[in-house]
């Protein structure tokens, strides 16, 4: 089944961040800066108080165009932190999005 003509879903990036973990601030930059009209991020920290909320704060006021949010991880019993992000985003998110795609905050360039 191929899509409609056109066919633009609203699109979710996930990035869980965990600490100031080598090239965050360059990553969340690139991760901003798309021109896709459907494209949200939702970029999820460990704690509100780490290092990587004050590094996503920061770049996120240099893009006020770009639709970002930042949300702390809720605790799920036996998940590991990166898993308890993504339901955390699943959870909050629900129903908005077409598309949910997941980004590692400390990708190389």
């Not at 409609?4 to 961040?17: T, Y």
């Not at 360059?26 to 021109?35: F, G, K, T, V, Y």
Request: glycine content about 6%.
């Amino acid at each position: 089944m191929r899509p409609e003509q056109g066919f633009r879903p609203k699109v979710c990036l996930i990035v869980p961040c965990k600490g100031k973990e080598p090239h965050l601030e360059e990553n969340i930059r690139a991760i901003l800066n798309q021109a896709y009209e459907g494209y949200h991020t939702v970029i999820v920290t460990d704690t509100a108080e780490g290092p990587a909320v004050s590094v996503a704060k920061s770049v996120m006021a240099q893009y006020p165009a770009s639709k970002a949010e930042l949300h702390t991880s809720e605790t799920y019993v036996g998940a590991s932190g990166k898993v308890g992000a993504l339901l955390t985003v699943l959870k909050k998110t629900r129903n908005r999005f077409d598309v949910y795609a997941f980004a590692d905050s400390d990708s190389e360039q």
